[in-house]
């Protein structure tokens, strides 16, 4: 099971560019790397998803490279309804149904 | 299309009762979990499914018992609800159809307060 790392919190202003790097270093070959996003009191819900280089969609961009071992999530121009916890998720149903949620990072976006 | 519907909202129990948590999906997805999530902290994997009459356990099972008798329903059941089992927890479910990888879906979680 691929355990992620991310970091804690990040403080960003609102139109910045913010990208948060998940660390995965022991990912499995048939893995893949999808983030979350969580509101106070709501559940996650689904941003991005990728298996190797770059993804784009009306939300953010996933970047991965070739090694597989780190991706990053880039929001391009956030608001003050970013303001929300991210969470990287490595695994895949294909392998089994064991998928661990890392600690998250907690992104907060001032004005 | 309701998505993943959890019941109660919320819910406050003496220690030693007993309930169970409910989590019903109308998508035909074939993989349900649950996951608690204490102040502050992450997602925790209680029990998960990857199909009827299919379980097992997640990172932190004891004291949680779950079944899977139909495709949409997927009950958490607490036997004897301690303190430690005061959280907020969440229900997922997602298709697991060989050559995807489709997201989790959740629930808005139930508000569980044990005293």
């Known amino acids: 099971l691929a355990k992620t790392t991310q970091p804690i919190s990040m403080d960003s202003y609102e139109g910045q560019e913010v990208n948060i790097t998940c660390s995965h270093n022991n990912i499995a070959t048939n893995d893949y790397i999808t983030w979350y996003q969580q509101f106070p009191s709501q559940g996650p819900r689904f941003i991005i998803q990728?298996?190797?280089t770059k993804v784009t969609n009306e939300v953010a961009s996933l970047f991965i490279p070739a090694d597989r071992k780190s991706s990053t999530l880039s929001l391009p121009r956030v608001s003050l309804s970013d303001t929300a916890v991210y969470y990287c998720l490595v695994g895949g149903l294909r392998q089994g149904g064991k998928l661990i949620f890392g600690q998250g990072t907690e992104l907060s976006v001032k004005p | 299309n309701a998505g993943v519907t959890q019941t109660p909202k919320f819910q406050v129990l003496k220690t030693g009762q007993s309930m169970t948590l409910q989590c019903a999906q109308d998508m035909n997805h074939e993989y349900m979990s649950w996951y608690r999530q204490d102040p502050g902290m992450g997602l925790r994997l209680i029990h998960y499914s990857v199909g009827a009459g299919i379980t097992d356990q997640g990172e932190v099972p004891n004291g949680y018992n779950v079944s899977r008798s139909t495709t949409e329903d997927f009950p958490l059941r607490l036997l004897s609800a301690a303190p430690s089992q005061t959280s907020v927890y969440f229900c997922?479910?997602?298709?697991?159809?060989?050559?995807?990888?489709?997201?989790?879906?959740f629930g808005n979680g139930t508000r569980l307060t044990v005293t």
């Open positions: 990728g298996y190797k």
């Open positions: 997922a479910s997602s298709y697991r159809r060989t050559g995807t990888n489709s997201p989790l879906h």
